[in-house]
Structure formats: structure tokens, C-alpha cells
């Protein structure tokens, strides 16, 4: 049972818009910053937002990232086939002194 | 630019202790607010932050793993370290160290990882 809340799979065709959601509490997203990492299949994940909403250079403009309250968002637009990945969300909880990560979203491309 | 990279057995016997070992090229273990941490991912499983340590010696652990764990740093070799005490199945994973600048999640750069299969 991760800390963070994230469904376990998401999908779209190319070219649409899709969202991933990132819940938590007050002590992790609500009061620190929240990070993306997108792992392609058979690779080590990688960066693709910092401080909720911060795209590290040579990401794409199609990713962003948002924050409100005790949930965040990562939403990719323009989908490309090689979106198809894993996405995790994670955050700071203040509570348990740690770095506490989401289960882990499936993205298909459809 | 700054890479890492993991090495240490890939086969460990049940109950023995788990030792890793992360080298950092490109850049100086003592630059910035660079924490070094370690984080597991279990075959077909999600992501599991263990520990970090901060060039100070700061350290944090996962509260779920906190007492098995230690992690330390050299950095005269420009490395970090982690190990894992009286290991089971259920340690089994893919183990990545990263650079988390600020301590909080901000994972980059990721190694490329090493699995960890505990079996006797």
C-alpha cells in the first residue's frame, strides 16, 4: 500500500490529452513539492517534473505538472506512442520523515 | 555531467547482508544540496525510496526498513554506499541510487540500476 494514491493504469490514442493523479495528505503534497519520473519499459526512471510543475530541460512542453491542496497532476498532451511508460509521483511526508513514492501509473497508447 | 552508477553481487543467500556499492563521475559528492539515496524496485513492483545521506552525514531512512540499513558515503572515492542486514526473498528487487537534489524526491540523475536476487 504506497502512501501516495495514483491509479494503476491509464490509456489514450495519439494526439489526445491524458491526466494522471497523485493524492495524498497534509504531510507530504500538501505542504512539500511533488516530482514526476517516467520509466520506459526495461529502463531506470527518469525525471520529468520537479517542484510540481518544473520541467527539467529536454522534456517536452507536452509535459506539465500541477499541485492543489493534497493532489497533483501530471498531463500529457499531444500522447506519442513513446509515452507508453510508467509513471510514479513522489513527495517529502513530513510525518514519517521520508521520500514516499506512488504505485505507479501504466500508460498505454492505444 | 553527473552519472552514477551501481555495483555489488547480483545473488545474495537468505538472512546475509546486502552490500552496494554507488559511484559518482561527472561531479563532486559535496556540491550543492545534493543528497545521495538509494531506492528499490521489486520485479513488476513499484518504486521504494530506502535511505539518503547528505554530505554532512546527514542521514534518513525508510521507517519500514530503518534499523537493517545503513547507508555511508566516501567521498574521497566519490561513492556511496548501502547496507542491508538479514535479507529474505522479499528483498529481491532492482536497487537504483540517484542524486535527490534538496532530499525531497527530486531523483536526477538515476543510476541504472542492479537487481538483487536473495536466494540460497
Known amino acids: 500500500q504506497s502512501v501516495l494514491t495514483q491509479p494503476p493504469s491509464a490509456s489514450g490514442t495519439p494526439g489526445q490529452r491524458v491526466t494522471i493523479s497523485c493524492s495524498g495528505n497534509?504531510?507530504?503534497?500538501?505542504?512539500?513539492?511533488v516530482y514526476w519520473h517516467q520509466q520506459l519499459p526495461g529502463t531506470a526512471p527518469k525525471l520529468l517534473i520537479y517542484a510540481n510543475n518544473q520541467r527539467p530541460s529536454g522534456v517536452p512542453d507536452r509535459f506539465s505538472g500541477s499541485k492543489s491542496g493534497t493532489s497533483a497532476s501530471l498531463a500529457i498532451s499531444g500522447l506519442r506512442s513513446e509515452d507508453e511508460a510508467d509513471y510514479y509521483c513522489?513527495?517529502?511526508?513530513?510525518?514519517?520523515?521520508?521520500?514516499?513514492f506512488g504505485g505507479g501509473t501504466k500508460l498505454t497508447v492505444l | 555531467q553527473v552519472q552514477l552508477q551501481e555495483s555489488g553481487p547480483g545473488l545474495v543467500k537468505p538472512s546475509e547482508t546486502l552490500s552496494l556499492t554507488c559511484t559518482v563521475s561527472g561531479g563532486s559528492v559535496n556540491s550543492g544540496a545534493n543528497y545521495w539515496s538509494w531506492i528499490r524496485q521489486p520485479p513488476g513492483k513499484g518504486l521504494e525510496w530506502i535511505a539518503y545521506i547528505y554530505p554532512t552525514g546527514r542521514t534518513d531512512y525508510n521507517p519500514s526498513l530503518r534499523g537493517r540499513v545503513t547507508i555511508s558515503l566516501d567521498t574521497s572515492k566519490s561513492q556511496f554506499s548501502l547496507k542491508m542486514t538479514s535479507v529474505t526473498a522479499a528483498d529481491t528487487a532492482v536497487y537504483y541510487c540517484?542524486?535527490?537534489?534538496?532530499?525531497?524526491?527530486?531523483?536526477?540523475?538515476w543510476g541504472q540500476g542492479t537487481l538483487v536476487t536473495v536466494s540460497s
Open positions: 497534509s504531510s507530504n503534497i500538501g505542504s512539500n513539492y
Open positions: 540517484a542524486r535527490d537534489v534538496g532530499g525531497n524526491g527530486w531523483f536526477d540523475p
Open positions: 513522489a513527495a517529502w511526508d513530513d510525518t514519517l520523515s521520508a521520500v514516499v
